[in-house]
């Protein structure tokens, strides 16, 4: 309510990174009229590496500037049309981070078990992490070509995927993202719930 009163005394923007919120929420805090910009960063921003999707209300062309020019000050700033998608942009960059991390482990510990010490495995991930998302940003092939390319006819990268395919692995990860997704609205609406009482 403190913030609401300043609000209204000098017509700031209000940009907000609480998970769940959504702008008729802050509209029903600070007013119909109020300039609100709802933001989901990640972690990566921590180090000025991350992506960040926005959604504005009441912002004109300037002021949405402003807000790309604040967050691409932390990685990336993608505008989106629908608020919507928050739920899913949420499961998949928002969470995104903690994904690559447990594939990461899962990699870092199945070099540890062929005998790699420990420091070697998390380099060789990490570098291959990082290498790997650098060519993706630079080149013009689409993620699928990307990975066919690494893939030889009966090589390793192909055995590999072939055991992926058969434990459902594409399954698995659409299951996840759903899950993530669904609970993103469950929050989403235990706070309007809680807004409305």
């Known amino acids: 309510e403190k913030i609401a009163e300043t609000h209204k005394k000098n017509d700031s923007v209000i940009v907000s990174v609480a998970a769940g919120i959504a702008l008729d929420t802050l509209k029903s805090i600070f007013g119909d009229t109020s300039k609100l910009c709802r933001v989901m960063p990640n972690q990566p921003c921590l180090i000025g590496r991350g992506v960040s999707a926005l959604i504005a209300s009441n912002l004109n062309k300037n002021e949405k500037a402003l807000a790309s020019y604040l967050f691409d000050s932390v990685g990336k700033s993608i505008w989106i049309e629908n608020e919507d998608w928050m739920h899913t942009v949420t499961a998949v960059s928002g969470n995104g981070p903690a994904y690559f991390y447990h594939m990461m482990e899962l990699l ?19 570098h291959t992490a990082i290498g790997s ?6 080149s013009s092939d689409d993620f699928a070509t ?19 395919e058969n434990n459902n692995i ?13 609970r993103s609205i469950e929050l989403g609406n235990q706070d309007s719930d809680n807004e409305s009482e």
């Open 146 to 164: 990307l990975r066919k390319k690494v893939m030889s006819p009966g090589g390793t990268t192909e055995a590999a995927f072939e055991s992926l």
């Open 108 to 126: 870092t510990e199945a070099a540890k078990i062929a005998g790699i010490p420990e420091q070697i495995a998390q380099e060789l991930v990490i």
């Open 170 to 182: 594409q399954s698995i990860w659409k299951e996840a993202i759903d899950a993530a997704t669904q």
């Open 133 to 138: 998302s650098q060519l993706a940003l630079n």
